[in-house]
């Protein structure tokens, strides 16, 4: 995975990248958008740009560097959300290998790599249960970007709130939140959940859906790995215990290994051990 910290700029993003970056108005969309892309562009990558409206996406793409030379090559590819997810909503694994083929295309086109910048706004607005389908694509997507030559941008309209974007926020490696500094990292990357950074009060219930999602798609056992985890508070153990014991009545044994010894102390305090919690 890439290290949590939080980006200030659309550039320096390499392979492997995967940046939640919320914008304000249509003004902070396009200054993030456009040099995320024409960055994507001096590298020979293939393009791909996501959101609401194709005629509205192409607008604010008018002052890209060889804008109409790309979509003329097929370099640059510009669709509606509704042209890249089911009328039936989100269906992420389907999604996340349509993406991955978007990769080998771009690689046989004899391109170094995909690079996308879409926007999530609308899925993310949809309601809870399409929220919960987004927090599941998000773990996969960074699965994905962890193993293929993709850098993936997903934009989310500030305007969502943070109880939408808290958790959705934490599901990526690189953060763009406000002026919020990324606290601590949900991954998926592998066979096992992991916790890094920091968990504290001012997380948890950033945390909590998140991982309570993630968890249930998963049947059977899950595994949360806390040995990259820096800081758990008092907060942070009683949101992992609550995690346990609610995944516990729906059938998920979710399983914290790993903690390191200031960690452990406070998962003691509510008899979290090998996944059982106390009442």
Do not use: K
């Not at 109880?163 to 991954?187: F, K, M, T």
């Amino acid at each position: 995975m890439t290290a949590l910290r939080r980006w200030y700029s659309p550039t320096g993003l390499h392979t492997g990248d995967h940046v939640c970056w919320t914008f304000a108005d249509a003004a902070e969309f396009s200054s993030a958008v456009l040099p995320f892309l024409d960055e994507g562009r001096q590298r020979g990558e293939q393009l791909l740009v996501i959101g609401d409206s194709r005629a509205g996406l192409l607008e604010t793409l008018g002052s890209l560097p060889q804008r109409a030379a790309m979509l003329s090559s097929g370099q640059l590819e510009v669709r509606a959300t509704a042209e890249i997810f089911s009328s039936r909503g989100l269906n992420p694994v389907a999604q996340v290998q349509a993406f991955r083929c978007e990769v080998d295309a771009a690689l046989d086109r004899g391109r170094t790599g995909l690079r996308v910048a879409g926007d999530a706004s609308a899925l993310a607005s949809a309601g809870p249960a399409a929220r919960r389908q987004l927090h599941v694509f998000e773990r996969l997507a960074d699965d994905l970007i962890g193993t293929a030559p993709l850098t993936g941008m997903c934009l989310y309209d500030a305007s969502l709130g943070n109880d939408v974007l808290g958790p959705l926020a934490v599901l990526h490696p690189v953060q763009h939140h406000g002026n919020r500094e990324p606290l601590g990292h949900l991954s998926g990357r592998g066979p096992r959940l992991a916790l890094y950074g920091d968990v504290d009060l001012s997380l948890v219930d950033d945390v909590f859906p998140a991982l309570f999602d993630l968890a249930c798609a998963t049947p059977g056992e899950v595994v949360l790995d806390l040995s990259d985890l820096d800081f758990l508070d008092v907060a942070g153990a009683r949101m992992l215990a609550r995690a346990v014991r609610l995944l516990a009545e729906v059938g998920v044994e979710l399983r914290p290994v790993g903690a390191r010894r200031a960690a452990a102390r406070c998962l003691e305090l509510f008899d979290l051990v090998d996944g059982q919690a106390s009442a």
